[in-house]
């Protein structure tokens, strides 16, 4: 059939309709703009309410919910921009929906300029995710929106992918208990979230100029293995175990009202038209009550979208373009129930969350606290600030009289590029914090690193040399390498660093990075911070870490390597970027290990493993107890501050389990709880890990379901994946230990 034959069919039926007379007004009417229709009574569940609606909406205004429109709605990031609007109905009083990205606050005019999300995964604390997701929801509130587009719960499979920033890193478990918590706190405050991207989207391709166009690659440039038409292939085990856990866990707990499907393919089959992801695995097996999302043209054919489970398509609706949706129907490719089961999820979700029910959220940034905006976003940098190396500089010492500041980065916003991408109010940056906190007795001078014999001169002739450098993560490109000349445009940090420490041997290198970096000058230094991209109130955050006010509360949620033959990814080129023209048949062939659990498989020693941060006080556990109960157990052990400063301890549950066969093996170990306390000198705390049988249990590709292998699994209790002091068993399966 011809083009404009087809446009011709669907002129057609978009111009049917019919005058539908409505049924009688029900008693208990909402407060809010519903107006007195029979599905504004709030005494009827958000299923009936929908039915009621759905049945006095025409062909075309159904199909009109399914696209997005307006993009802008004015000047890029100005304050007006919604990052999608989706248009109401207004003779049957449906809102229009606004949309916001995202991962640290609305990418909407200017916002707080929250942590990273690794940021914030670093601090080990659901708490302070809570904290991060009320932020950024109240902030999207207050400019007009209905759902943000966060979190994001993807795994950092390669610490290459651009997006790493945006996550919560390479552990499954961290990024379920963080994502959970974001979601409620988010969703507490009447704004919808938003969880994605659905599924294995792990890389966004490599750019073929190796960086050098700028520092802020376009969406779309890394084209080898590019994230747009890259087939993540993987086992189904896998799947289960390492790469859907966060988003069951954000379906199941956290009652997520939306999720956002990738752009990669799954298997063969696009993530955004792919049934066994968005029908059989989030509808049949989740129980998912929300909507689906496109990411934006993620959309490959109107009916493989919307015979598959895609329910909305935001701007700009090309898959779900009104003439083709209708054209469809006309055509018998698409059923009028599948599209009214498609607007029937979106309806039931917006009487879910009240939204009929309340007033628009108006945009206006008066509504914003500032002042507690600003110190939430502080505690989370201080919290997730994670001291890798300490050679007693550190806390800095009264004794210090001069400091120097090298590097631009000091003077700048740490963010990553692409949609958690946003402009803060006001940067306080970490010069303007070193100098504040420092005080009139110190002297505090910069030098930007430019010249590196001049920094050298600097450093020499002050008590203390502080430099901070920044790597570039961005949606739309991988790095081309873990060195902090890739891309390059703080000029050569690497050899900045070195230059530097050779001259003055007291020197703090403040890290400034959205994933996992090289650090080859490590031993030169003094000490290491690892600062991640800590938001626009970082500056006084680390300021407060240096000088001691108070103690480095974060622990690695990625495995720092030694080189990038470590990675996982770097055996072969199938693995990363993939395999066939232009790299895009992506081969997850390393299975369930990923991140640290392939460190100990493999016997390899990272530069700082998975869960490892400093303290500048010291712990110590004792009094393991293993308490069985149902297919479960419960885990404890006690943590005692042993040194002379109020510190932060992070002790964290390992599990081992046996192997069910030798095509089924597991990780020495894999993250299944972890603590948070803190602690005064000499004190001790009891922490409980709760294991119920899920925690045990390994997917049965045979059986599709989760299973447990009858043995002995390995009980260990440390303070970081490669510091497991307490070691105990438990029987699980019937087993024996």
Known sequence: ????????????????????????????LAAGRCGDHPWCDTSLSPSKRADL??????????????????????????????????????????PTIYYSDGPVGPRQGKSIGLPAPLTLAATFDPELARSHGTVAASEAKAKGNDVIYAPTVNIARTPLAGRTFE????????TSRLGVAWIEGAQATGV????????????????FTGGALNEYLPAGLGLIGTRYAQNSIVDDRTMREIYLPQFEAAVKEAKVGTIMCAYNRVNGKYACQNPTLLKQILRDEWGFKGYTIADYLAIHTTDGGLNNGLDFEPWPPVGYQPLLVSATVTLGQ???????????????????????DRDAYRNDDAQIDKTADGLASQRIAEQSTTLLRNNGILPISSSVRSIVVIGKPATQFAVGGGSGEVEPFANHSLLDGITARAGSGVTVTYDDGSDKARASAAAKAADLAIVVAKDQYGEGSDRNCLTLECPSVNGNQDALIDAVATTQPKTVVVLESGGADLTPWRSKIAALVQAWYPGAHGGPALARVLFGDVDPGGRLPITFPDSESQLPTAVSTARYPGSGPLGLETHYDEGVFVGYRWYDEKNLAPAYPFGFGLSYTSFELSGLQVEPSGGGATVKAVVTNTGDRTGYAVPQLYLGLPDQSASVQQPPSALKGFSKVQLAPGESRTVSFPLDERAVSYWDAASSSWQVTKG???VKVGFSSRDLPLDGHLPIGGGTC
Request: proline share 4%.
């Open 192 to 207: 919808i979230g938003n969880v994605k991207h659905f599924a294995a989207n792990n890389q966004e391709g490599i750019d």
């Open 167 to 174: 996550g919560y890193g390479e552990d499954p478990w961290l």
């Open 712 to 714: 002995c699994a390995a």
């Open 53 to 94: 609606l759905l049945a006095q909406m025409t062909l075309n205004e159904k199909i009109g919910m399914l696209g997005g429109d307006d993009l802008m709605g004015g000047a890029f990031s100005s304050p007006t921009t919604h990052t999608g609007v989706q248009k109401g109905i207004p003779r049957l009083d449906v």
């Open 1 to 28: 059939m011809t083009t404009r034959r087809l446009l011709g069919l669907a002129i057609a039926a978009a111009t049917v309709s019919s005058t539908l007379a409505l049924v009688p007004v029900s008693p208990a």
């Open 334 to 356: 698409v059923s009028r129930a599948t599209i009214d089961q498609h607007v029937r999820v979106m309806l039931e979700t917006w009487f879910r969350f009240g939204v009929f």
